[in-house]
């Protein structure tokens, strides 16, 4: 069986920018708002309207005339009329209420822009989450078939002892310790199956398609606590939504106040008519020219309609106003969260390679005590689980170092230009 390609974890992000299905939903809502965010839409410029009308009519006619014109009555009377217009119309002044509807419809666009990069942070942190995390899988893998075979190699040698005379019980304890270690080898190749899949649906790809992941881990140094503070003021994906959630809510109630103004709409049209009649004392009109117009409306009373949508509008805009305060101290709060756990988690993985490293030395004397006959086999277990638990806890250690490195970049806005992503439409 040819062995398979290592996906890098630059693949594994490029196919999640490009097939994760919340980031194309996301991405589609971002080009919706952004093709909702123009003048036209926000009512700035003029509208201009075609319309034409064509009648015709075949009638019995009767017409009775007043003294001294003669009655007419007359079968199958044709009239027709022809008609068309060109009308403009645009709205002058409203209280700049179209300004603050393009005002509020460009917002809307860039609240969409944050969603979409809130999609994309949280999306790449779980691919970047799986594929460590399914590297320490296969290191975790590697452990358990190393424990496993050494337990084998001791029942074999247990065993050829009890053949030619040993005891019995020793060569049982070791059936049942190799029975447990090829049983915590299978499990570790399910939780490897599963992260495999998970991170498949992440890239858009075959559940069960293989992956081979880089076993090298890169980690970031020289973070400095403040300056990813001032970071995150500026860059926080959360705070940025909450600033722009509050401009837009400002500009709700600019719109809502724009309503107790007065209104001045321009209208002008050319036209042309053309009808003609069967019988009448006019047969035939025909019209053509310009028509305009200015519709002043002003406000005196609706039964506080405005009034109640403009203090919804004002207490709206104060909340957002809030929330935005509560995002800033919230954005602080992560980072900082975030570096005393990643700064923990670093020396925690120093202290676990240091005991992998001892436990691996141990073990090893303690083989070759267990071989040359001067331990029993409880103690050669116990030095085996040691091993094996310590070698765990470092993999575990490092991914751990891992995620909480990455945490730390997303709470401080950073997470994104470490990974070189940019451009998320």
């Known amino acids: 069986m040819p062995a398979q390609d290592t996906l890098s974890l630059d693949a594994a992000i490029r196919l999640a920018l490009a097939n994760e299905h919340g980031i194309r939903i996301a991405r589609n809502d971002a080009a919706i708002a952004e093709e909702a965010a123009t003048a ?115 029942y074999v ?40 899949r998970d991170l498949n649906v992440l890239m858009g790809r075959a559940s069960d398609t293989p992956i081979v992941p880089s076993r090298q881990v890169s980690y970031a140094s020289g973070l400095d606590q403040e300056r990813l503070v001032a970071e995150a003021m500026q860059g926080n994906a959360q705070l940025a939504a909450a600033t722009a959630q509050a401009r837009a809510a400002e500009a709700d109630e600019r719109i809502a106040r724009a309503m ?19 019988v009448g004392l006019v047969l035939g009109t025909y019209t053509q020219g310009l028509n305009a117009g200015v519709t002043l409306s002003v406000p005196l009373y609706d039964g506080g309609r405005v009034g109640t949508q403009t203090g919804q509008a004002r207490l709206r805009s104060e909340s957002a106003a809030i929330a935005e305060q509560q995002a800033r101290a919230l954005a602080e709060r992560d980072v900082r969260n975030a570096y005393t756990a990643w700064r923990t988690q670093r020396e925690v993985m120093r202290i676990q390679l240091s005991a992998a490293g001892t436990a691996q030395v141990n073990f090893d004397r303690t083989r070759e005590l267990f071989q040359a006959g001067q331990l029993t086999g409880l103690q050669f277990r116990q030095a085996q ?8 806890q470092a993999v575990v250690a490092g991914f751990d170092a891992k995620v909480a490195e990455l945490s730390l970049l997303r709470a401080s806005g950073g997470l994104l230009p470490a990974l070189g992503v940019g451009g998320f439409r």
């Open 40 to 154: 036209g839409n926000a009512g700035l410029l003029p509208r201009i309207d075609a319309s034409g009308r064509a009648t015709y009519s075949n009638q019995d006619t009767k017409l009775d005339f007043a003294e001294g014109i003669p009655d007419v009555e007359r079968n199958g009377v044709v009239n027709t009329a022809l008609s068309g217009q060109l009308g403009l119309s645009y709205t002058v002044f409203n209280g700049l209420g179209n300004f603050a509807a393009l005002d509020r419809a460009r917002l809307g666009a860039e609240i969409a822009d944050l969603r979409v990069r809130a999609q994309v942070e949280g999306t790449l942190t779980q691919v970047i989450a799986l594929y460590y995390g399914l590297s320490a899988m296969d290191q975790d893998v590697a452990i358990t078939q190393r424990i496993a075979a050494i337990s084998a190699d001791r």
């Open 157 to 196: 040698r247990v065993e050829s002892k009890a053949a030619l005379g040993g005891s019995r019980l020793d060569a049982l304890n070791a059936q049942v310790d190799l029975q447990a270690d090829s049983a915590a080898c299978l499990l570790a190749l399910q939780r490897r199956e599963r992260t495999q």
């Open 260 to 278: 107790r103004w007065p209104r001045l709409d321009l209208s002008a049209g050319y036209g042309l008519s053309d009808q003609q009649n069967g």
């Open 385 to 392: 689980l040691d091993l094996a638990n310590a070698q765990r």
